[in-house]
């Protein structure tokens, strides 16, 4: 496949386009700036692709810029459809990635696609608007909508609990200062995340939504333990309550039975197994 990628240079993005020309793919990564109409609509009727996948967009809850989660993941995927819709020749499909934080605090555990979504923080609502804003183009493009549960993997950035809790053990700091910790969420590796967006672009049934997930969550203090098993050291964990987030999902846990039943088994990754590889890191 010729695939167009957004958000090529980010975490996701750079071990996706590995993967892909690993398999025989060829991936053009999208050089301009998504809020730039002008520029997006050139480089879009520049290529010709068989498929689109959307990674691009703000990915940290935490971020600073509240408008911003608005301007890039709401703004600039309806420009990025809509330079899509203008193509004579329009991708089979088109891929966006969205997030399973759309759930928000709901009882259901593991969540299924059918769960009503109930967002919680700016970072949310701005994927909720997303995939309401995709839907006006249903008539025009081919959208397949991911909801990726939590995944971390080499290269992630510091700013995110798994990474920062890995640095931490690598460089045997003494002690840590979290926010919130009594979460549990999946903790899926990046690889297996990005293989399942590959069977997607080829399978995913057009218009509809699925889970990216494994089914299996993980408390922090498990987390924590895995690290300590595979380092030997002892990493005094402190909780601050300024880390604490307003809008703070506490637990979500995914059903992948319809992923796996569109795309068929993945290769699966233990947390130590994925911990393992990020330490591993120079």
């Known amino acids: 496949m010729n695939i167009l990628l957004t958000g090529a240079d980010g975490f996701t993005g750079r071990i996706l386009t590995r993967m892909a020309e690993g398999s025989g793919h060829k991936v053009y990564a999208v050089q301009a700036d998504l809020r730039d109409v002008s520029a997006l609509n050139a480089e879009i009727a520049s290529r010709h692709v068989d498929a689109v996948l959307h990674l691009a967009g703000i990915s940290f809850v935490g971020h600073g810029d509240e408008t911003a989660f608005y301007s890039v993941n709401v703004l600039g995927t309806m420009n990025l459809l809509s330079a899509l819709a203008t193509l004579p020749d ?145 990493l005094d964990i402190r909780d601050n309550p300024e880390f604490v987030r307003e809008g703070e999902v506490h637990k979500l846990c995914g059903n992948p039975s319809k992923l796996l039943a569109t795309v068929g088994q993945l290769k699966q990754y233990s947390l130590l197994q994925t911990l393992s590889w990020m330490l591993e890191t120079p």
């Open 90 to 234: 329009v991708p089979k499909c088109v891929l966006l990635a969205s997030s399973a934080n759309i759930y928000g605090n709901c009882a259901a555990s593991p969540i299924d696609e059918l769960q009503a979504i109930a967002p919680v923080n700016h970072y949310a609502m701005s994927k909720v608007t997303m995939e309401k804003v995709a839907r006006l183009f249903s008539d025009r493009l081919p959208v397949v909508i991911a909801r990726p549960f939590n995944y971390t993997g080499q290269g992630q950035a510091l700013q995110f609990l798994i990474p920062k809790l890995v640095d931490h053990f690598k460089r045997r700091a003494p002690s840590v200062e979290l926010g919130n910790l009594n979460v549990e969420r999946e903790f899926n590796d990046v690889r297996m995340v990005c293989a399942a967006y590959l069977a997607l672009l080829e399978k995913g049934q057009v218009g509809e939504v699925y889970n990216v997930c494994t089914g299996n969550s993980y408390s922090l203090t498990s987390v924590v333990e895995a690290l300590q098993s595979l380092t030997g050291h002892l």
